[in-house]
């Protein structure tokens, strides 16, 4: 038995505190042992709610009666609950040649069992519902093989309308070809989470309760803690002591899948694991705890395959139930129709694939997810997983070298996304690039699934850069663009060529069902280069849709460390500078702060630290403006709901392009954070139609100092 | 049984609570070595794993063993 790591250190620190307290000569709190010591004698108790049961009393108390084992070594404790007054009756007119108490609770299994253990006088007990039989030989090899801290197995058999399996069930196979003693709890996780064929000490239960709240799966929750708490040493029964079990017609057993059962239930049950878990630093512990969590989650599945109109209001009950090991995955089971192709995925950050699990979150429905292992362009950052998860049924990496534009690894990528899905369960795929991996592979992937419904969404313009330049790549050969020409109408075959970004628009353009931008001008912008014809083909299934928000738990998941002065005015701006983003403006707001001596500060998060920090000194506003890096995504979050004030900034495109195809997404994080938002735009972008029709959006043009003058004044600082 | 002062007594529980100090300290210790064995040993039976899978040495083997007959 090791006592873990934690519980060491924990003890240590009450040492500290014992000798402090005596040095001092103070009272010094009474100690608790861990391990109650209990005075009962030697033998067992055997506990039996009796809820109802009237059809099987009598073959209990016949089974009871034929044990061999004296009837000095055991007694049996009746609890009635619930309804019971047919099978009194019954059990009063029979004979019961054994020691024997009789108790009554309120309805309640996990209730009436508690009373039992409290009422026991042996030193250990075992368990035995109103419609199940114990072999000649139970009560006498138990007994033989019971130890302190032991928790004893025995055999069970499952009898099916009358017929029995001779132990072949999947509880019992777990103790086939086993040692006396298991080497892991693990392996015998199925026979730790019910309460019949086994013996476990008196002085585990006495301490360890079951939950009389929970109406079922109680004895998962109550082996779990056992097993957590004591670490107990499991043995498997070597001698004859079959527990037989009666299902089917007629019996007790439940069959029936209903939302208290299959959900409520099993979600508190998850809930008590998942608590047990937090503080569990034992591997062995912890696996089983994940694996009993895990096929609780199952029943869920089980109710969800039946009831899918109710998976939003099933998913509403878990999704904010934040854990690394939370059975998502096991909810989900099977049930995804829509398959998500986004090379980059969290846990890699990535605004393009935190957007795209922000969809999925959006959205509400189970999903399949193909990405790319992005270890070596991307950061990770675990804790994003939180936005989709919930949603996700499988989700597969693929193993290929990350590139944006190098057909040989695109290639890679789109082969084993094909190789590892099974395209028959969908209806539809979803496929969002700022990374062409993701359209080219939706591509095959939809053939190959025999034209799957695609939807294609675009971040971003993708054969232009932001300087409006072309992007190439050689990524057909010219055989496969005929190919490729003589499966879409005449008239678009003109478009197809060898380019990798020319393509990647032009596919999803021809051959998606629908096309999903993010703003109107982005949709203009990229259509540009086709004729009347193309373009009225592509308008006809496309649909706007700007970045989704999360919700407001979101914004509470992870607390920021900023410090920031709550008696000054501070103002946020967070992103990158480039040739197209410049600090100009918002260095300019920061000497506009100078010259008019306002309280209020600029906090600038960027990756490029040193070199921005630099052009403070060089304008002479280190007083004014604080240069962080990079804040994790929800420390981000929950900071953007303490400034005052948050910057957004168009890329300048005006020198390059006809219309700004751009909004920042940063604009979908801050409209729920609560705070001002202050715009600085381009004229004709959709960032400033947006300040336009909204009176709490602040704005000026890029390089209007006037106006900066003039809001930094209304705020009234 | 000669009565104990308050002193002596002070002084025994600080002992005692020495004696257990001093125990958990060293079995925190070896907790600590054990865990690092353990990850240790994961690391190399996935190293294990990856060169079991690993094609061009399995291939390499049937090779030499075809060789060598």
């Known amino acids: 038995m090791s006592m873990s790591n934690l519980k060491i250190r924990e003890r240590l620190k009450q040492i500290k505190k014992i000798k402090n307290s005596i040095l001092n000569d103070q ?11 209990v005075d009962l004698s030697h033998g067992v108790s055997v506990i039996i709610p009796v809820h109802r049961g009237e059809d099987f009393i009598k073959e209990l108390i016949e089974s009871i009666t034929k044990q061999s084992l004296d009837s000095r070594y055991f007694e049996v404790l009746f609890i009635f609950n619930g309804e019971y007054e047919a099978s009194e009756e019954i059990f009063n007119s029979l004979d019961k040649p054994f020691k024997h108490k009789v108790l009554y609770a309120k ?3 996990g209730r009436a069992r508690n009373l039992g253990i409290n009422n026991a006088s042996f030193a250990y007990i075992t368990f035995l519902d109103v419609d199940d039989t114990l072999s000649v030989d139970y009560l006498k090899h138990a007994l033989e093989e019971a130890e302190p801290y032991t928790i004893v197995l025995n055999q069970l058999h499952e009898i099916v309308d009358g017929r029995d399996d001779h ?29 019949g064929a086994k013996v476990v000490p008196t002085s585990f239960l006495l301490n360890t309760q079951f939950d009389e709240e929970l109406n079922n799966g109680e004895d998962v929750a109550l082996y779990a803690e056992i097993v957590t708490v004591f670490k107990p040493i499991v043995k498997i029964n070597q001698k004859e002591a079959i527990y037989y079990r009666y299902k089917g017609q007629g019996t007790l057993s439940r069959a029936k899948v209903t939302f208290q059962f299959n959900v409520l239930d099993r979600i508190h049950v998850i809930d008590a694991m998942q608590e047990l878990l937090r503080y569990e630093d034992d591997l062995d512990v912890r696996n089983l705890l994940i694996d009993r969590m895990r096929s609780q989650a199952l029943f869920i599945n089980k109710y969800l395959v039946n009831n899918m109109d109710d998976y939003s209001k099933v998913t509403d009950l878990i999704r904010y139930k934040q854990d690394e090991f939370y059975p998502y995955q096991q909810v989900n089971k099977e049930l995804s129709k829509t398959l998500y192709v986004s090379y980059c995925f969290p846990p890699f950050v990535d605004t393009s694939g935190v957007v795209m699990a922000k969809r999925i979150n959006e959205k509400k429905q189970p999903v399949d997810v193909i990405y790319n292992d992005m270890t070596s362009v991307r950061g990770m950052d675990p804790s994003l997983e939180f936005i989709a998860n919930p949603y996700i049924d499988s989700s597969h990496m693929i193993n290929s070298v990350s590139s944006f534009s190098n057909p040989q690894h695109i290639k890679a990528f789109v082969e084993k996304a094909l190789n590892r899905t099974d395209l028959n369960k969908y209806d539809e795929i979803y496929s969002r690039a700022l990374w062409p991996g993701s359209h080219m592979a939706a591509f095959d992937l939809r053939e190959a699934g025999n034209n799957l419904r695609w939807v294609a969404e675009f971040s971003d313009p993708i054969l232009q850069d932001i300087k409006n330049e072309e992007r190439k790549g050689t990524y057909f050969t010219l055989k496969e663009v005929k190919k490729l020409q003589a499966q879409a109408p005449e008239d678009y075959g003109k478009y197809f060529d060898t380019n990798l970004f020319n393509m990647c628009e032009v596919l999803p353009f021809v051959f998606a069902d629908e096309i999903v931008f993010t703003n109107l001008n982005q949709q203009q912008s990229m259509l540009a280069r086709f004729d009347d014809n193309f373009r009225e083909m592509v308008e006809s299934k496309s649909t706007i849709s700007i970045h989704p928000s999360l919700d407001e738990y979101y914004y509470n998941i992870e607390k920021h460390y900023v410090n920031l002065d709550q008696n000054e005015f501070n103002i946020g701006y967070f992103g990158n500078f480039y040739e197209t983003r410049s600090a100009n403006d918002i260095l300019s707001i920061a000497k506009q702060i100078q010259t008019l001596n306002l309280k209020a500060k600029l906090y600038i998060f960027t990756n490029n630290t040193s070199k921005v920090r630099s052009e403070v000194i060089k304008e002479g506003v280190s007083e004014i403006v604080n240069v962080y890096t990079y804040l994790k995504y929800f420390e981000f979050l929950n900071v953007t709901k303490d400034f005052d004030c948050l910057l957004l900034s168009d890329a300048n495109t005006k020198d390059y392009k006809k219309i700004n195809p751009y909004l920042p997404s940063k604009y979908s994080d801050y409209v729920t954070s609560g705070s001002r938002i202050w715009g600085l735009y381009e004229k004709g972008s959709v960032l400033q139609q947006l300040i336009e029709e909204d009176n709490l959006l602040f704005g000026s043009e890029l390089g209007d100092t006037e106006k900066i003058e003039e809001i930094l004044k209304s705020f009234n600082i | 049984m000669e009565k104990l002062t308050y002193e002596e007594l002070k ?31 994961d690391r190399l039976n996935r190293q294990i794993k990856k060169y079991q899978s690993f094609f061009p040495i399995k291939l390499g083997l049937k090779m030499k063993k075809f060789v060598g007959k």
């Open chain 2, 11 to 41: 002084n025994l529980a600080l002992e005692s609570l020495n004696k257990e100090e001093r125990a958990l300290n060293e079995l925190k210790n070896i907790d600590r070595q054990i865990s690092v064995l353990k990850n240790e040993n």
């Open chain 1, 107 to 109: 309805q309640g299994v």
């Open chain 1, 167 to 195: 132990g072949n069930n999947v509880i019992n196979r777990e103790l086939k070809n086993k040692n006396q003693y298991p080497d892991q709890y693990f392996d015998v996780g199925k026979n730790l989470s019910l309460n």
């Open chain 1, 27 to 37: 009272q010094v709190p009474e100690e608790q042992s861990p391990f109650p010591v």
